[in-house]
């Protein structure tokens, strides 16, 4: 079964402490600009899957860091890679690629 | 004839304003309650945003009061207004006839344990911006056990009405970014967060100290103020907060938590501003007479204001201010007292 990280928690409180540093490790290793993200929004603001299914790279990018990789995977469900969020995005990450990366690893079986 | 100017607070904007009136040709008397010179800078390890060394800094404002009269352990004990003076008498003894007084009387650090849910001075591993301070220079705190999870919380006694101070600190944002910066240099290993609720990061070369903290230390940036520390049975701590970028609640245990504390006004220097009837604020700090075109004239003849007294600064803002001081203290004087104006002629003259 995949482990989303939620089963520990019953309740809907982030909990810090169980943040997997390994993978993220792993994750910051292909993508080091994971770390940039600012939380501005903006690629959520223009995102086009985000115009029908919730579609939020910002969440997503928020719930690795919250110890919630489950949620970043449904966050990023319905992404299609347009590369939309790139274009606007302020500290220049490549998203599509992050996008990827967070699938790859994460989505891990 | 030399005019007199006192300078109370021997801080860096009292060094900075000391070195330039006396530059200027003036007979400059420096005062300072405690033993040393150099205010909160002389207890401050390095300085934001590039990391140079405080005390270096502070070495350089010391070498440029030569022929200043400093003294040290001095308050000031009473004032009267003369016609065109005024007639200070201080705690050593002496009696200084002031054509100005200019007041550079700094802050005061906000007293964390007034803040008791975050628990300084009651839990054993929670300490302040100051202490950690304290902690670079010396290397030895016995809260510092190579600390794993260690936490910053912003705003603390700013920005916050119970504790009496609804405005902003200014300096504490950057202050915490490197500060948790030199803690992910000592401690590698370690997990860092910092609790804020909006980050100020407004001077120059600050917003790239920001980057570096994420991108090249993995400091992890939490958007909401901590409202709850408790201590669990092995010392640690349990720390609670919103996520507001999240809108979810949020736990952390952490091995250290360090308190932002804020500035206050310098209680000693509002008592020299009380025997001086200088009015202020209701945030505290001292009156200015035109806030934007001449922030250092209070409202009173001769009495000028620089640094912290006004407000919380950065350092550079403070010495800055401290020159602009005394530029306008060399103005009025030289509108009051025409004849010293041959004298300083003559001194810029020699140069
Ligand atoms: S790449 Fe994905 S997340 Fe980015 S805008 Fe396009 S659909 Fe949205
Ligand atoms: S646009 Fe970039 S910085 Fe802004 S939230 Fe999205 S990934 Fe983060
Ligand atoms: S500078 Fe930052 S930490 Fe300090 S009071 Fe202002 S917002 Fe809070």
Redesign the pocket.
């Known amino acids: 079964m995949v482990d989303f990280g939620f089963g520990l928690v019953p309740s809907s409180r982030i909990n810090l402490d169980l943040f997997d540093k390994q993978k993220y490790e792993e994750l910051a290793s292909v993508e080091p600009d994971v770390r940039k993200c600012m939380s501005c929004g903006s690629c959520t603001a223009v995102c086009t899957a985000g115009n029908f299914v919730t579609t939020s790279l910002r969440e997503a990018i928020e719930s690795i860091h919250n110890g919630q990789p489950g949620k970043a995977l449904e966050m990023l469900g319905s992404c299609q890679l347009c590369g939309k969020c790139a274009m606007v995005c302020p500290r220049g990450i490549n998203t599509r690629h992050l996008i990827l990366s967070i699938n790859k690893i994460y989505g891990k079986i | 004839m030399k005019n007199n100017v006192l300078i109370v607070g021997g801080g860096p904007a009292g060094l900075e304003a000391s070195s330039q009136l006396q530059r200027l040709g003036y007979n400059v008397i420096l005062i300072e309650r405690s033993a040393a010179l150099g205010g909160h800078l002389a207890k401050w390890d390095r300085l934001f945003p590039s990391g140079v060394s405080a005390q270096d800094a502070l070495k350089t404002l010391l070498g440029r009061i030569e022929g200043v009269k400093c003294f040290t352990d001095t308050e000031v004990q009473s004032i009267n207004r003369l016609d065109k003076s005024y007639n200070v008498i201080l705690s050593n003894g002496i009696t200084v006839l002031a054509d100005a007084v200019l007041m550079t009387t700094g802050f005061d650090l906000f007293e964390a344990s007034r803040k008791e849910e975050y628990g300084y001075g009651i839990y054993n591993q929670v300490m302040t911006n100051a202490d950690l301070e304290a902690y670079f220079r010396n290397h030895s705190d016995k809260r510092i056990d190579n600390p794993r999870r260690i936490g910053f919380v ?2 603390v006694g ?2 916050d009405e119970k504790a009496g101070c609804r405005s ?7 202050t ?1 970014v490197k500060q948790a910066i030199e803690m992910k240099q000592a401690f590698p290993e370690a997990d860092v967060f910092c609790f ?5 990061l407004f001077g120059r070369h600050y917003e790239d100290m920001y980057l570096k903290a994420q991108k090249d230390y993995g400091i992890r940036f939490i958007r909401g103020r901590v409202a709850e520390v408790a201590e669990n049975a092995d010392g640690s701590l349990q720390v609670k907060a919103e996520d507001t970028v999240a809108s979810k609640p949020l736990k952390v245990s952490l091995d250290l938590l360090v308190l ?1 504390a ?1 500035m206050r006004p310098s209680v000693s220097g509002r008592r020299v501003g009380e025997l001086l009837e200088v009015p202020v604020e209701e945030d505290g700090y001292f009156s200015v007479r035109e806030g934007i075109v001449s922030g250092q004239r209070s409202p009173l003849p001769g009495i000028f204001l620089a640094g912290a007294a006004t407000g919380p600064k950065t350092l550079p803002d403070t010495l800055a201010d401290a020159r602009a001081a005394a530029v306008l203290v060399d103005d009025y004087l030289s509108g009051i007292f025409t004849e010293a104006k041959h004298y300083k002629n003559l001194v810029r003259e020699l140069w």
Not at chain 2, 168 to 174: E, I, R
Not at chain 2, 196 to 200: A, E, H, K, S
């Open positions: 912003h705003c700013s920005r902003c600190s200014k300096v504490c944002c950057a915490a804020y609720m909006d980050l100020r932002m804020g």
